[in-house]
């Protein structure tokens, strides 16, 4: 039905109903037995009447809304219109009297206001209803294989989302009921459609209705809540999905209908981090920004989000040339509108070269340097130790060497929690990197920090992609230890970690994330099992392998001797700087500078010593740090810290 048609036919109903409504007024007034001179008054105040309540209709805009959608906002428009209509009438009626001889009684005025209201509003709820009615019916009788749905949570989104079902979904799926943990919602109903019980009846409920499909649906719910519902959704044979963050929903980023899977990271122990933006802008906007290790995935993160600061020049610095090219290609794809075709810069140079690092500084004098280039491999770097040497140390120096040299602002290194307490050559190259530019801190007016964090998730080479492709091949899972334990973070959190790092430093801090609670491999294992829709040991087996070169039972983000101070960022904490020998540190320096690196494991690792005493590679004695008593305690150790801060201390 065309726009003006549809106008029209609405018209030409409601000048029925108003009229019906005064008539109808007339009769319960006089009981049916309308008086003659009362009937001459409602047929001479009739027209005027029925043309100021179109009037009104038009004016409140009951002509350009959807009714099959009316609610609330839709009924609250009839009753104003209608009301000031008849305010309107009102007035024509005490003015078109006279004297005492009024043409109407004044009560019918009342009587039909109250039986407009009842028209026009049941009138514009008809079609609702009918169209409710139909989908219903069309849902319970059109398709047998609809999919039993439960949703969990009965709140604002739950109610968005059940009208979602209900509205576009109804061949597709039957919506049940709702599950909430709060008690007092327990056998009260939502749109009609009953809650059902709390969590502990989760399983009976799954089992007596047929559940297929369960429902997340709180947006602002805390993660570590969320992490113990999907664990009780999962433990019932019905698939678990989610709906988006409330925030999400209200900005228009997402719409209701793109309900997702449960990711890995709606599992983290803790809220996303959240970072100062405009402070972050400061340092970023309108500078020389260069990413070492630019198509690595923390790289490529650090990229991403730091053109949206308007950079002057980003410069994209990798060894690999395909690296770059992949980066720079997305970057101008997605950001083509937004940034001048000269601000992307890419650089295909090495950090072992430093002539070639060297001349990169030289040619474009940047302002901040995230440095992220590094060999990351735990197993490789214990296979070949000097190669961890080269990139990790030399490189760090190399191009910390050149940012003080042509007076870049800030320096921020990209570390690992490895790099505390290590037990692999990898993790004890970061923290010998860490001491190199801690101790350039003190000789340059560039400030030289690091930001150290746990795993990422996704990143290339960690075990959420390798356990993705463990299970897509029909497994098994591979764990090396049913006792490893591991922080975790997302590649997007990482990186706006490091960005604010820069923005807070003041020279030679080593920056902490909370990253809240340690997650157990073996269980990360099992959920992503789940999450594909497999059983462990059922459909996807688990095989534990045993621990392999250079890997610790448990990652710490800080050791003994640092202890943590706090930051303006409630999340991020800062490692108090303990000593530095400073004639090793030099001396390898000189070192580096005249090519006179370690060549041999034994030599390797005789450097790391001599840096880090206690360093020992994993199985080199009893001693090292893998019986649940000390997980116990490093991890009691790093929580007293974190508490400790937030209760107010230093």
């Known amino acids: 039905m065309g726009k003006m048609l549809r106008v029209s036919f609405l018209v030409v109903i409601d000048a029925i109903l108003i009229n019906f409504a005064f008539y109808s007024a007339l009769l319960l007034r006089f009981d049916g037995n309308i008086p003659p001179n009362f009937m001459s008054g409602f047929i001479q105040l009739t027209p005027t009447f029925t043309g100021v309540f179109?009037?009104?209709?038009?004016?409140?805009?009951?002509?350009?809304?959807?009714?099959?959608?009316?609610?609330?906002?839709?009924?609250?428009?009839?009753?104003?219109?209608?009301?000031?209509?008849?305010?309107?009438?009102a007035g024509v009626f005490f003015f078109a009297s006279t004297g005492t001889a009024y043409l109407l009684p004044r009560s019918v005025l009342i009587i039909a206001w109250i039986?407009?209201?009842?028209?026009?509003?049941?009138?514009?709820?008809?079609?609702?209803?009918?169209?409710?009615?139909?989908?219903?019916?069309?849902?319970?009788?059109?398709?047998?294989?609809?999919?039993?749905?439960?949703?969990?949570?009965?709140?604002?989104?739950?109610?968005?989302?059940?009208?979602?079902?209900?509205?576009?979904?109804?061949?597709?799926?039957?919506?049940?009921?709702?599950?909430?943990?709060?008690?007092?919602?327990?056998?009260?109903?939502?749109?009609?459609?009953?809650?059902?019980?709390?969590?502990?009846?989760?399983?009976?409920?799954?089992?007596?209705?047929?559940?297929?499909?369960?429902?997340?649906?709180?947006?602002?719910?805390?993660?570590?809540?969320?992490?113990?519902?999907?664990?009780?959704?999962?433990?019932?044979?019905?698939?678990?999905?989610?709906?988006p963050g409330m925030y999400d929903l209200i900005e228009g980023n997402v719409t209701v209908n793109q309900i997702r899977e449960v990711n890995i990271e709606d599992l983290l122990g803790r809220d996303p981090i959240k970072v100062d933006l405009e402070g972050i802008s400061d340092y970023l906007a309108n500078k020389v920004i260069l990413v070492t290790g630019a198509g690595g995935s923390i790289g490529s993160e650090l990229c991403r989000q730091i053109i949206q600061f308007n950079p002057k020049k980003l410069l994209l610095l990798d060894n690999c040339e395909n690296n770059v090219y992949e980066i720079e290609m997305e970057l101008r794809n997605d950001y083509a509108t937004d940034i001048d075709a000269s601000c992307l810069v890419p650089i295909v140079k090495d950090v072992r070269d430093w002539q070639a690092i060297k001349g990169a500084f030289q040619q474009y004098t940047p302002d901040v340097v995230f440095h992220a280039?590094?060999?990351?491999?735990?197993?490789?770097?214990?296979?070949?130790?000097?190669?961890?040497?080269?990139?990790?140390?030399?490189?760090?120096?190399?191009?910390?060497?050149?940012?003080?040299?042509?007076?870049?602002?800030?320096?921020?290194?990209?570390?690992?929690?490895?790099?505390?307490?290590?037990?692999?050559?990898?993790?004890?190259?970061?923290?010998?990197?860490?001491?190199?530019?801690?101790?350039?801190?003190?000789?340059?007016?560039?400030?030289?920090?690091?930001?150290?964090?746990?795993?990422?998730?996704?990143?290339?080479?960690?075990?959420?992609?390798?356990?993705?492709?463990?299970?897509?091949?029909?497994?098994?899972?591979?764990v090396t230890d049913d006792k490893m334990i591991r922080y975790f973070?997302?590649?997007?959190?990482?990186?706006?970690?490091?960005?604010?790092?820069?923005?807070?430093?003041?020279?030679?801090?080593?920056?902490?994330?909370?990253?809240?609670?340690?997650?157990?491999?073996?269980?990360?294992?099992?959920?992503?099992?789940?999450?594909?829709?497999?059983?462990?040991?059922?459909?996807?087996?688990?095989?534990?392998?045993?621990?392999?070169?250079?890997?610790?039972?448990?990652?710490?983000l800080l050791s003994a001797e640092e202890g943590v101070n706090a930051t303006f960022h409630k999340r991020i904490f800062v490692a108090k700087p303990n000593g530095l020998n400073v004639r090793l540190i030099e001396d390898t320096m000189k070192n580096i500078d005249n090519l006179s690196l370690p060549r041999s494991h034994d030599d390797t690792i005789a450097l790391l010593q001599a840096f880090i005493p206690s360093f020992r590679r994993n199985g080199e004695t009893s001693s090292t740090i893998q019986c649940s008593t000390e997980i116990e305690e490093s991890l009691k150790q790093y929580n007293d810290n974190k508490d400790y801060i937030r209760s107010g201390g230093q």
Request: charged content about 20%; aromatic content about 8%; overall charge positive.
């Open 54 to 89: 179109l009037i009104g209709f038009f004016a409140f805009g009951l002509y350009n809304r959807l009714w099959e959608y009316a609610s609330i906002g839709e009924l609250t428009s009839v009753v104003a219109s209608i009301t000031v209509a008849m305010v309107v009438n």
């Open 115 to 243: 039986l407009t209201m009842i028209l026009i509003g049941g009138s514009r709820l008809s079609w609702r209803i009918f169209r409710d009615f139909t989908f219903r019916h069309k849902s319970n009788n059109s398709n047998l294989k609809a999919k039993p749905i439960l949703i969990y949570g009965a709140g604002d989104a739950g109610a968005i989302l059940a009208k979602e079902l209900r509205s576009h979904y109804y061949g597709d799926s039957t919506l049940v009921g709702f599950i909430d943990d709060d008690t007092k919602k327990k056998n009260l109903k939502l749109l009609s459609y009953p809650i059902l019980g709390d969590r502990t009846q989760l399983q009976e409920i799954v089992e007596k209705y047929r559940i297929e499909e369960i429902i997340l649906a709180m947006p602002s719910e805390q993660r570590d809540n969320i992490r113990e519902i999907v664990d009780a959704c999962q433990q019932t044979s019905a698939k678990v999905k989610i709906l």
């Open 373 to 478: 280039a590094a060999h990351k491999h735990v197993p490789l770097m214990e296979a070949n130790p000097e190669e961890a040497i080269k990139n990790n140390v030399m490189g760090t120096y190399h191009v910390a060497k050149a940012a003080h040299q042509f007076g870049s602002k800030r320096f921020v290194l990209v570390s690992t929690d490895k790099a505390v307490n290590p037990t692999s050559v990898m993790g004890a190259s970061k923290r010998v990197a860490e001491m190199v530019i801690q101790h350039l801190d003190k000789q340059s007016e560039t400030s030289f920090v690091a930001v150290r964090f746990g795993n990422v998730l996704g990143s290339r080479g960690s075990v959420v992609p390798l356990f993705k492709k463990q299970i897509a091949a029909g497994g098994p899972v591979t």
């Open 489 to 556: 973070m997302t590649i997007p959190e990482a990186v706006q970690l490091i960005i604010q790092a820069g923005a807070m430093a003041k020279g030679g801090e080593i920056f902490v994330l909370d990253m809240g609670d340690p997650v157990k491999i073996i269980d990360l294992a099992k959920t992503m099992i789940k999450l594909s829709g497999f059983g462990p040991y059922k459909d996807i087996d688990i095989v534990i392998t045993g621990m392999r070169p250079g890997e610790k039972l448990y990652e710490e």
